[in-house]
């Protein structure tokens, strides 16, 4: 395919519709950048909202932590200086009057204390009630601070005892609640109950510290969950939150499909403009071809016929002067013998032959005006063929005519009879030895198409392919301008000409399309017929 040129006469380097699929492929290119774009931002997004959720559930974490500390401390104080003052009440009655079990289990139980028990240096223990002294009392923990047993649900206090014969006074508190509180605002219970708030999956305190120059934030897949863990380094350990991420990947799919729904579309439609761009430019390229073929076709034209007048100029006066010189040496020439007048005879033939030859020529290669009018092919035909008739009878050819009734055409009545004489005489003439000739008529919303079907067609491949081109016959002294006239007449009355062979029928059928009256070619032909009798009125002015 030849490459398209621009208006400076230069060859563009491209197709049109090559630069336009390269174009849809830029674009292609620009969505594919503006989608990792975007990705990166997405994931840009998640990075920063991970790792700002994480250092916010860290500091929510170390406040929570230092304030519950804070407040078990006060508890503890508090608690502390409470069991502190009973130890000294039951350290002051002691001192006034050794206390008994039963004293001091009622004073427990009007303090409100769990027990008290007076332990000696000989390792006896004193105190009350008995199923507070079930389990083991020694004072060999740290006195004066409060301890907690979690088995027991108890907050106990040991105080040292100014009496030579007491080791320590232990006093026990019911501490359920403070022993609850404290589990429930341990770092344990506060990570668990983070880790079911929602978007969260989980919130871990490991001691070991995230690798060194290792991404904080990477994404999970566990059990069909799309989990954004992050890892920060706190005072605490290392501090890991993982975030619901199901929204993100969502988000990506979407993108994706996005993305691969909007290429497939830009890919389509690249194809398609494409593909019409070409479609335009073969086009453009048949009609620039068909153009340029007119235009040979017509500077062949006017250079023949500028050859024609000049042949039929300087050769018919010779002719006409031998053809005079001829017929006067057979009227006045007395001596002439039978070989002489034989010869002469021989000569006119040849310069009549001549003349004729130039005639065919010139009417081949003149303007070819037609005048429609409505025509009725079939009775302009049933008017040709008496003239043929004999000669058929003589060779042996059935003529068929169509018995059904013609439809009118609009063509020139004299033009129209010299295109169906012209292919007549060829369908007898190739029929020396016998044969046949249909003639068929085959109507169109449009058109009409005059089909004549002769046998007798014996030519090879090669000539079949050539019929109908100007000057190439079969005939011994045929000029090969027959069809070509034939095809011009039928051009110029808006229709055509078409030659079918059929080597194994041995069958030849030369079809005549013609516009029928009425019809948009017809107008067509009247007023190029019109254009072409004002350009001859104006040569002929000129």
């Known amino acids: 395919m030849a490459k398209p040129v621009n208006r400076s006469g230069d060859r563009l380097p491209l197709p049109s519709w090559a630069m336009n ?56 104080a508090v608690t502390t200086s409470f069991l502190r003052d009973k130890a000294r009440f039951v350290e002051y009655l002691n001192t006034i009057d050794p206390l008994q079990p039963e004293e001091l289990t009622a004073l427990a139980r009007e303090t409100g204390l769990l027990g008290i028990a007076l332990v000696r240096k000989d390792k006896t223990v ?5 199923e507070w002294l079930s389990g083991p009392q020694r004072c060999d923990l740290s006195v004066d601070q ?71 934030i990477r994404l999970l897949t ?69 153009f340029e073929r007119e235009l040979a076709k017509e500077h062949e034209a006017a250079a023949l016929g500028r050859a024609t007048a000049t042949i039929a100029h300087e050769v018919r006066n010779p002719l006409n002067a031998i053809s005079m010189g001829l ?29 004729g030859i130039i005639s065919e020529l010139q009417r081949f290669t003149r303007t070819l005006v037609p005048h429609p009018q409505p025509v009725d092919p079939l009775a302009l035909l049933r008017r040709i063929v008496p003239l043929y008739r004999q000669r058929c009878t003589d060779q042996g050819i059935d003529l068929i005519l169509p018995d059904a009734a013609g439809d009118m055409v609009d063509a020139d ?39 004549l079907t002769n046998g007798g067609c014996r ?37 055509g000409l078409r030659i079918v062979a059929d080597p194994e029928q041995e069958q030849l059928t030369v079809s005549v399309t013609l516009p029928r009256t009425g019809s948009r070619s017809a107008h067509r032909v009247m007023e190029a017929g019109k254009k072409e009798e004002d350009a001859d009125a104006y040569s002929d002015r000129r």
């Open 21 to 76: 699929l390269i174009g849809f492929g830029l674009l292609i290119t620009l969505v594919l950048g503006a989608f990792f774009w975007q990705m990166v931002a997405i994931d840009r997004d998640l990075h920063r909202n991970t790792l700002g959720r994480s250092q916010m559930m860290a500091a929510i974490i170390e406040e929570h932590l230092a304030n519950a500390a804070q407040a078990q401390a006060t508890i503890d």
């Open 126 to 130: 004193v105190g009350g009630p008995a």
């Open 146 to 216: 409060l301890h907690y047993d979690p088995s027991r649900q108890t907050a106990l206090l040991l105080y040292p005892a100014a009496e030579p014969e007491i080791d320590c006074i232990r006093v026990g508190l019911d501490a359920h609640a403070m022993i609850e509180l404290r589990d429930k605002t341990a770092l344990p219970m506060l990570l668990a109950n983070l880790s079911r708030l929602p978007g969260i999956h989980f919130v871990r305190l490991e001691h070991t510290a995230p690798p060194v120059n290792a991404d904080p």
């Open 222 to 290: 566990s059990e069909g969950r799309q989990t954004a863990e992050a890892r920060l380094a706190t005072p605490m350990g290392t501090l890991a939150v993982g975030l619901d991420a199901a929204n993100h990947v969502n988000r990506l799919r979407q993108l994706r499909h996005q993305f691969l729904l909007f290429s497939v579309l830009l890919l389509l439609l690249g194809l398609f403009f494409s593909w019409l761009l070409y479609r335009h430019q073969q086009a453009d390229l048949a009609r620039s071809r068909a």
């Open 327 to 355: 017929q006067r040496l057979q009227l006045e020439s007395d001596h002439l013998d039978g070989e002489h007048r034989q010869l002469i005879a021989a000569m006119n033939e040849a310069v009549r032959r001549a003349s």
């Open 413 to 451: 009545p004299d033009l129209l009879a010299e295109l169906l004489e012209n292919l007549l005489n060829n369908s007898v003439e190739a029929q020396p030895k016998g044969g046949f000739v249909r003639i068929g008529l085959y109507p169109a919303p449009h058109t009409l198409t005059l089909a």
């Open 459 to 495: 030519l090879s491949t090669e000539d079949i392919a050539r019929l109908g081109e100007p000057y190439f016959t079969t005939k011994i002294r045929g000029t090969g301008l027959g069809l070509a006239l034939c095809r011009r007449i039928a051009e110029a009355h808006g229709g």
